[in-house]
T-cell receptor
Framework: RKEVEQDPGPFNVPEGATVAFNCTYSNSASQSFFWYRQDCRKEPKLLMSVYSSGNEDGRFTAQLNRASQYISLLIRDSKLSDSATYLCVGDPTGGGNKLTFGTGTQLKVEL | EPEVTQTPSHQVTQMGQEVILRCVPISNHLYFYWYRQILGQKVEFLVSFYNNEISEKSEIFDDQFSVERPDGSNFTLKIRSTKLEDSAMYFC???????????FGSGTQLSVL
């Protein structure tokens, strides 16, 4: 089983839509989780950290469910500029020393 | 915002040749990393480096790979004898401490012919 697993998509949504991505992880000992954004052939950029209590940053909400071992990302009022690949990332050691990336979910926001 | 700088942006080499990928991490950062991404695949951890030594490495990081911080500012990844399957985008990253945000460079696209 992959350490971090995501639906590759693509998710094609109209501008203004709400879209949700899920990610599952296999290592129950993983301490920290993140959502990164990656534009085509560019470096990953941290979008937000994910906490059990939920984490909201503007139009973005991330949630961690440790019992079910899944992480979610909700994007509200999606913009054209949100089009990218969203990477679910785990940190098995909790020390930020060795991130484990999912393959990513591609989002295309259309007019 | 300070950034991690990588050079070159593209590197083409012949199979069996040695390559050195260069990175200048953010100046006050203490933790340095190399990741790679084969086209169409996920980003994979290669190695982490702290206090002038490797702190962790993955199975990918075999004897053909080495890292060095030669002069206090640069952080390099050397591949001694490149293989076709080493073709990938190589990302350098740095962080001020563990559990802190990582800053990624824009990557070096390595093509082994």
């Amino acid at each position: 089983r992959k350490e971090v697993e995501q639906d590759p998509g693509p998710f094609n949504v109209p501008e203004g839509a709400t879209v949700a991505f899920n990610c599952t992880y296999s290592n129950s000992a993983s301490q920290s989780f993140f959502w990164y954004r990656q534009d085509c052939r560019k470096e990953p950029k941290l979008l937000m950290s994910v906490y059990s209590s939920g984490n909201e940053d503007g139009r973005f909400t991330a949630q961690l469910n440790r019992a079910s071992q899944y992480i979610s990302l909700l994007i509200r009022d999606s913009k054209l500029s949100d089009s990218a690949t969203y990477l679910c990332v785990g940190d098995p050691t909790g020390g930020g020393n060795k991130l484990t990336f999912g393959t990513g979910t591609q989002l295309k926001v259309e007019l | 915002e300070p950034e991690v700088t990588q050079t070159p942006s593209h590197q083409v080499t012949q199979m069996g040749q040695e390559v050195i990928l260069r990175c200048v991490p953010i100046s006050n950062h203490l933790y340095f990393y190399w990741y790679r991404q084969i086209l169409g695949q996920k980003v994979e951890f290669l190695v982490s480096f702290y206090n002038n030594e490797i702190s962790e490495k993955s199975e990918i990081f075999d004897d053909q790979f080495s890292v060095e911080r030669p002069d206090g500012s640069n952080f390099t990844l050397k591949i001694r004898s490149t293989k076709l399957e080493d073709s990938a985008m190589y990302f350098c990253a740095s962080g001020p401490a563990t559990n802190e945000k990582l800053f990624f460079g824009s990557g070096t696209q390595l093509s082994v012919l």
